[in-house]
């Protein structure tokens, strides 16, 4: 399979089509705020203690996390101990995983030997539903960051790898006939011509493995025996049947999984240049 | 750099299989880690092949394969009608996006307390999870598939007078059926993602999740646990196969390229 992600949003977006999207945006934020207003209406008049109307929900998220003193950018005790710990183990795994992702990657994907020796093992490692092999990290490191980096890590390699290799593995013939003719030497080579030509590739595997990091962050902190993080957060609440604070992490999770993946197209977009981004 | 033939690349593949096999084999020999810990590729392979006989483990991998095939169903159910609908009429797409925007990336695993304190720790609770996550590929890839239906096709059903609905099915769900099936096959991974993760955290019942669970609980566990994963990648790639297979039958028109995997967030 030539799995990999591809863009989500359309591929053709000319400016007719931008000039639209311009006129639509007004819209969006009726239907947001119409939404929203529903829900809340919705929410007060079955007065569920499951379901919260949104206005409690984000005063209890601005309670929990976003009280503190204007100095520490308005972050109160509990967002410091709870939101940056995850963060931080989310940022190691990940950057561990796109490190070693794209150098493998690159190594297995120029040489045709190479990819056909490593291309089962990678198809099964990434058959692996990731949540299954948490347990055993949890057995080799007991419970703790270590363990956490470790899953993440090793959860979002695979989509890299695997992409990366076949990014590198797509480069134009012709253009490595040019380097040969060139006399690049391996490492011009690797930064003018593999390099390049792998990166849409890169970044659709590193978009899929952005979103299993943050999945395995969560599931990694859910697990009985944790100390910190929004997933401990989410679990702590669940045991006190506090739903309040649990669609309060849901509100913090869901927005931090936006900003991060805008993030990463940001930067995909920088590099990629917009267009080229294809599967 | 030569193509390499078809059966050399088998070879190598089997070569490399081995060699995996003989490394993870050298370090749970080696003593590197406790032995209880990591196991030796063999101890593992053998347990694996063991639990194939084993009624209980068996019963346990059917339960997750159902709620599996449940969530999923119900996801391209929802999905797809759906995916119709905003790609056709842009003033839906418009309005109802964002509210997609929203929800896309919130992690569905964040969703299992939640839903755990819903509809309790049943099969209930993994198919509304696993229909969660997996509407997004399919509805992505849906939309996705109805903006690169050929014009010309459509322009020329028009000219012949057929109504809106008439072109609908007879040239946009046909040119997008590629796309869906993609998704399909995205969601399809995204679901046991979601079966394997909530019987885990659940911790009883019964399922494949839960047998891996308990074995991590266990002293010595890490050979059932290992065996466990063994099983959930072979049914990964074998529900994958499965699908691409299936791809390749229905469609095969579509270069593998077109067809290669859009727009999937777990």
């Not at chain 1, 009726?30 to 949104?54: G, N």
């Not at chain 1, 363990?147 to 090793?154: G, L, N, P, Y």
């Not at chain 2, 759906?82 to 929800?103: Q, T």
């Amino acid at each position: 399979m030539k799995g990999a992600a591809a863009p989500v949003r359309n591929a053709a977006r000319g400016p007719a089509a931008a000039g639209r999207a311009g006129g639509h945006v007004l819209l969006r934020l009726v239907v947001l705020v119409v939404a929203v207003a529903l829900w809340q209406v919705a929410a007060r008049a079955h007065a569920s203690v499951y379901f919260p109307p949104p206005g409690q929900i984000a005063g209890r998220a601005h309670e929990l996390w976003f009280s503190g003193p204007v100095g520490r950018l308005f972050l109160t005790d509990a967002a410091v101990a709870d939101i940056l710990p995850s963060l931080g183990r989310m940022a190691a795994g990940f950057g561990i995983a796109a490190v070693t992702g794209i150098a493998l990657g690159l190594a297995v994907g120029r040489s045709r030997w190479a990819y056909a020796l490593c291309n089962p093992v990678l198809q099964f490692a990434r058959a692996v539903p990731p949540p299954a092999l948490v347990p055993v990290f949890v057995v080799v490191f007991a419970l703790g960051t270590p363990m956490q980096v470790a899953s993440i890590a090793f959860s979002a390699v695979w989509p890299v790898l695997i992409n990366t290799a076949e990014g590198a593995r797509g480069t134009d013939p012709l253009r490595l006939d040019v380097a040969a003719v060139l006399r690049l030497n391996p490492v011009e080579r690797l930064w003018f011509l593999l390099l390049p030509s792998a990166l849409p590739r890169i970044f659709a595997g590193l978009r899929l493995s952005l979103s299993l990091s943050l999945i395995l962050m969560v599931f990694s902190e859910l697990l009985p025996g944790t100390a910190d993080g929004i997933g401990f957060t989410l679990t702590d609440a669940q045991s006190r049947s506090d739903l309040l604070t649990v669609w309060a992490a849901l509100l913090l999770l869901g927005v931090l999984g936006y900003v991060l993946n805008t993030a990463l197209l940001a930067v995909e977009r920088r590099l990629v240049g917009r267009g080229r981004t294809t599967a | 750099m030569k193509r390499l033939r078809r059966r050399q690349e088998l070879w190598l593949g089997l070569l490399g299989v081995l060699l995996a096999f003989g490394a993870c084999e050298a370090v749970g020999r080696a003593g590197v880690v406790r032995r209880s810990y990591l196991p030796p590729a063999s101890e593992v392979l053998a347990r694996a092949v063991e639990l194939g006989g084993d009624r209980a483990f068996l019963d346990g991998v059917g339960a997750t394969l159902k709620a599996w095939a449940l969530g999923l169903g119900l996801s391209v159910a929802i999905a797809v009608p759906l995916g119709l609908l905003l790609g056709s009429v842009p003033l839906v797409d418009s309005a109802v996006r964002v509210i997609v925007e929203f929800l896309r990336p919130l992690p569905s695993v964040a969703l299992i307390p939640l839903v755990s304190l819903l509809l309790g720790t049943g099969t209930e609770t993994k198919v509304a999870l696993i229909t969660y996550a997996c509407v997004w590929p399919v509805l992505f890839n849906t939309v996705y598939g109805l903006g690169e239906t050929d014009p010309l096709a459509k322009d020329t059903l028009r000219a012949f007078g057929f109504g809106r609905l008439s072109v609908l099915l007879r040239v946009e769900l046909p040119g997008t059926a590629p796309f869906i099936a993609a998704g399909i096959r995205i969601s399809a991974a995204v679901a046991l993602i979601l079966a394997v993760a909530t019987e885990i955290l659940s911790g009883f019942g019964e399922g494949l999740g839960i047998f891996i669970a308990q074995a991590g609980l266990a002293t010595d566990g890490t050979r059932d646990v290992l065996a466990g994963v063994v099983w959930a990648g072979v049914l990964g790639l074998v529900i994958n196969g499965v699908l691409v297979w299936g791809e390749r039958r229905l469609f095969p028109w579509t270069p593998e390229r077109r067809a290669g995997g859009r727009g999937g967030r777990p």
